[in-house]
């Protein structure tokens, strides 16, 4: 296991023990929000790219507790961020299920691709935990790691975002081979998508009994579907999965983040049963205020590019959104994965504007 040494400064230690981002799924208004960033720990990071260098696979580097645990806390220790969100990438579900999944420098996932007709993987919990349990390992050691007021985040890729990535072979743009598979076999299309409803609770499950104190739902390709078609790929197995982790977890919140949903949105807060749910950058904050309501707890949702090209582009970009979404039940976060690019200084800035501004909506 990675050890911390005492002086590890994680520089929002402090008296309050409960994460601050707990309290926030739980209904309160925290102020300043608790803030982490989806793909904090990755390839903006020196600190990352040193450590990724000493292993070829990237599906190893997941695999491998340490490494892992390391890179979790790489941001949370630079930047005294809010959580940490375990390792792992949302296509090591498909590699646990037998696909076979690869990632190429500079390409992205390749996955060998599934076709309508083609004999589905089975769900065999053992062997598909035996698989996956270093995941597990990570999350303990996470835990042990990580200072009490520092929520750990779990996650998974919704069926519907992994599936277009078991079906296409990897990226698409147009996913047209999904699209079509999902309007011809409507049958074998279902079989698949309950396959993976069923595989990824029970991943999300056993995460939470690991340590992990919240889980997201990654739906990073929502945004394609026309409203007949998100309601029976992203809203009936999201809420199948949320059914299932709550009647094991109760107590554990659930974040959504039906990545360009767009309208689609308020279906997807209401009918899924999620706790709270990530928006995209596309969003107008002042439509979400209005449009959701509070019991649905927002997440979001700076626009990636403002947090690259910093300076005013990333000020107006905080002050928007803490004048529309600062007084409710609050996460801040990115409206989509940071970027590579990114100079961690403006992750800092982002902080600090943040912690720094008050919320409220002035008069
Ligand atoms: O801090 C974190 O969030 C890190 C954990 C994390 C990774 N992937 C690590 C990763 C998480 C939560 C993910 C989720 C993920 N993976 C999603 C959903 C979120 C999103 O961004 O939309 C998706 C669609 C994937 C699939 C995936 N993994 C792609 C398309 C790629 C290649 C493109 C890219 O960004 O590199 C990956 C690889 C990947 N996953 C990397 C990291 C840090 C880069 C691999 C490397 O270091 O070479």
Known sequence: MTELSDTTPFENAGAETHPKLLRVLGGEVV???????????????????ALR??????????????????????????????????????????DALGRKVSFEVGEGPKLDPLRP????????????????????STVIGLRAALPPEVALIGFAGAPWTVATYMVEGGGSRDFQKIRRWAYTDLGGFARLMDLLVE????????????GVQTVQIFDTWAGVLPPDQFRRWVIEPTA????RVREAHPEVPIIGFPRGAGNNYIAYAFETGIDAMSID????TSWAARAIPERCVLQGNLDNLALLAGGAALERGVRDILTHLG?????????HGILPDTPPEHVERLIELVRGQVSTPRA
């Open 199 to 210: 595989a990824t609770a029970s991943y999300l499950c056993r995460q939470i009994s690991a």
């Open 240 to 243: 199948e999965i949320v059914r």
């Open 281 to 284: 950058a596309t969003v107008s």
């Open 327 to 335: 007084s409710r039940p609050f996460v801040f976060n990115l409206g």
């Open 31 to 49: 102020n300043p929000p608790p803030i982490w960033l989806m793909r904090q720990a990755g390839r903006h990071l020196p600190e990352y790219r």
């Open 117 to 136: 007709g083609d004999v589905l993987p089975v769900f065999e919990e053992d062997t598909f935990h035996a698989k996956l349990n270093q995941v597990y």
């Open 53 to 94: 260098a000493k292993t070829a696979n990237f599906l190893e580097f997941c695999y491998t507790p340490d490494i892992a645990i390391e890179a979790s806390l790489q941001p949370v220790r630079r930047y005294g961020l809010d959580a940490a969100i375990m390792f792992s990438d949302i296509l090591v579900v498909p």
